[in-house]
């Protein structure tokens, strides 16, 4: 949008044009009246200086104030009155300037047709103010709209990627808590680790993707993190085809739904949980499968897609507006949850 | 010398309470280590220990599910990340629970408690835990029971109705009954109200599974449930039916 201080001048500019115009019109149009050239100005010059501060008073009344809709009747009344005073003046300024006989019964007579060429005049003007100011009004409130709901966006999203679970922090924590004591370098490369982790974290932003290169390497350090914590008992497949490598996906997107697979697979058997992620290309999408095996007799009934899996499909919503890009299947003792990143080629 | 047991899912969580437990030596004696509530219900049946640390996110049952089952609980330490205000309700009952990763201090404290406690005490903590246990929302979407030795885990969906049956209440499914050692007005207060109702001093009957409702002798009626069971509905209980059916 223009710099208002810009539109402001511009518009007095326009203003003042407009008042020389007309105050050469009318006195070109007196003058044809065979009145004098010095009659005929001042005639035309106190006419538009009328007419100009009427225009000026009700083009800065509508910028402070815009009319309701059922409040025009209120806008008409105003032009008459201003254009009643205008007309006014005229009637008493001119004569009282030019003693002359005749030019007085020309002002009179002429009241009336001066009249409604003033009120047209201000009512055009009215008008004009009205459309540019309740558009400017319109602009201000578009432009606050667009930027609180990104806002809100931005929050949204900010909050969704921090949705990693408290849980696992303390849990490593307490895991690297045990190693100091009889394996202090498998405690220091745990730390590094989970720092690695978080920082990776911390700094991403929704807006800047990466490369699924870079999401699995981020992935691996998870993972290598709770294997430490659960040992033999969890054991991870990843496989990703060569096309899928340099694909781009919103960042910490994979995590949450492995996390989701980890737990969802080790809390629901006793036995080692072999976790499997792989990428494929399939006509323009990124499509990223995770499947962990489940016990469909015990599992705790699962509102929706889980708690994790809802984090994934809203943020998916919110960045590419579309709620199909996430599903689950569940059979033969195996959950899949699948999620298709569109690719920009 | 007091015996005790460790039950957590994570081999290093059970490696920090061991090497914290070398303080303890002479008080203390550990009968050993368990993956997860199963074996920890075994070894608790085969040891009857004094003291278990328990981690309570574990594979399967959770360490409050496993707790229920135990016919004799013993003390109990929990060690967990459980979030905190899942757990605070549980603080005064258990002798203990330590927050992951907890130090060396804050767990010598926590078995000094235990130590000083007299048997008496800690048999009616244990029990004041276990029924704040059941009270937490996360236990209300399955019922834990035994059949001998194993462990079968109903979830509340499976449920067609709940008999009282002596001492126990008797949960009826399709693949047969179970008894739990809870009482009617436990289940009827945990157990979703939309979906359950107690239709009679000792039936409790899952709303969606009545096909029928017949009047039968004075004041009484019957319901008939998908699998052809038969349930009585007393006066009270069939103006509770009809309040929660909108009838």
């Known amino acids: 949008m223009a710099n208002p201080q810009f539109t402001f001048s511009k518009l007095r500019i326009a203003f003042l044009t407009g008042a020389v115009v007309w105050a050469s019109l009318l006195t070109y149009l007196v003058h044809g009246f065979g009145f004098s050239w010095f009659i005929a100005a001042t005639d035309g010059v106190i006419n538009s200086l009328l007419l100009g501060a009427a225009c000026w008073l009700i083009n800065n009344n509508l910028r402070y104030f815009q009319p309701g809709k059922g409040s025009y009747i209120n806008i008409f009344v105003w032009c008459v009155a201003l254009a009643g005073a205008c007309t006014f003046g005229c009637r008493w300024i ?152 340099d694909c781009i996906l919103p960042p910490m997107i994979l995590q949450p739904i492995v996390e989701n697979a980890i737990k969802f697979g080790l809390y629901d058997t006793t036995d080692a949980v072999t976790v499997s992620i792989r990428a494929e290309w399939d006509d323009n999408y990124l499509t990223l499968m995770v499947q962990n095996p489940y016990d469909p007799k015990t599992a705790r009934p699962r509102k929706g897609t889980g708690f994790g899996l809802s984090g994934v499909q809203r943020r998916l919503n919110l960045l590419y507006a579309r709620n199909d890009l996430i599903e689950t299947h569940a059979n033969d003792n195996i959950f899949t949850t699948i999620i298709k990143i569109p690719q920009i080629i | 010398m007091k015996r005790a047991l460790l039950i957590d899912d994570e081999p290093l969580a059970r490696m920090v309470v061991l090497e914290y437990l070398q303080g303890f030596k002479d008080e203390i004696e550990v009968l050993g280590e368990c993956n997860d509530g199963f074996e920890g219900l075994k070894a608790i049946q085969q040891h009857q220990p004094d003291l278990i640390f328990l981690d309570v996110q574990m594979p399967k049952i959770n360490g409050f599910e496993m707790l229920e089952l135990v016919e004799n609980p013993p003390s109990v330490i929990f060690t967990t990340a459980f979030d905190e205000y899942a757990i605070k309700a549980f603080e005064t009952h258990a002798v203990d629970y330590l927050m992951k990763p907890f130090s060396k201090d804050r767990f010598n404290k926590a078995v000094e408690k235990f130590l000083a406690q007299t048997p008496a005490q800690a048999k009616k903590q244990t029990e004041t835990l276990l029924d704040t246990a059941s009270q937490s929302p996360a236990q209300h979407e399955r019922i834990v029971v035994k059949t001998g030795t194993k462990v079968k885990i109903i979830p509340v969906a499976d449920v067609e109705y709940l008999e009282a049956d002596d001492d126990y209440v008797s949960v009826h499914t399709k693949e047969g009954s179970y008894l739990k050692n809870k009482t009617m007005s436990f289940f009827e207060q945990t157990l979703d109200s939309t979906q359950f109702v107690r239709v009679h001093r000792s039936f409790i009957i899952k709303i969606q599974d009545i096909t029928r409702i017949d009047p039968y002798e004075k004041d009484a009626h019957l319901a008939i449930l998908k699998s052809g069971a038969k349930i009585p509905v007393s006066k009270t209980g069939y103006v509770k039916l009809k309040q929660v059916l909108g009838i």
């Open chain 1, 94 to 245: 001119l004569p009282f300037i030019h003693n002359n006989q005749v030019y007085s019964n020309f002002v009179a007579q002429s009241l009336i047709i001066r009249f409604f060429t003033d009120f047209l005049a201000i009512g055009w003007m009215a008008m004009i103010s009205m459309i540019w100011y309740s558009q400017l009004d319109q602009k201000e409130n578009e432009k606050r709209k667009t930027e609180a709901e990104k806002l809100a966006r931005d929050a949204e999203l900010y909050n969704l990627r921090q949705q990693l679970q408290p849980h696992f922090l303390f849990n490593s924590l307490n895991s690297i808590n045990a190693l100091i004591g009889f394996k202090p370098d498998e405690a220091r490369k745990m730390i590094h680790q989970l720092s690695d982790f978080l920082r990776g974290t911390l700094k991403k932003d929704d807006q800047q993707q990466v490369t699924l290169t870079e999401e699995l390497s981020h992935l691996q350090l998870y993972l290598d993190i709770e294997k430490v914590r659960f040992g033999h008992r969890l054991m991870t497949e990843i496989s990703c085809d060569k096309k899928c490598q």
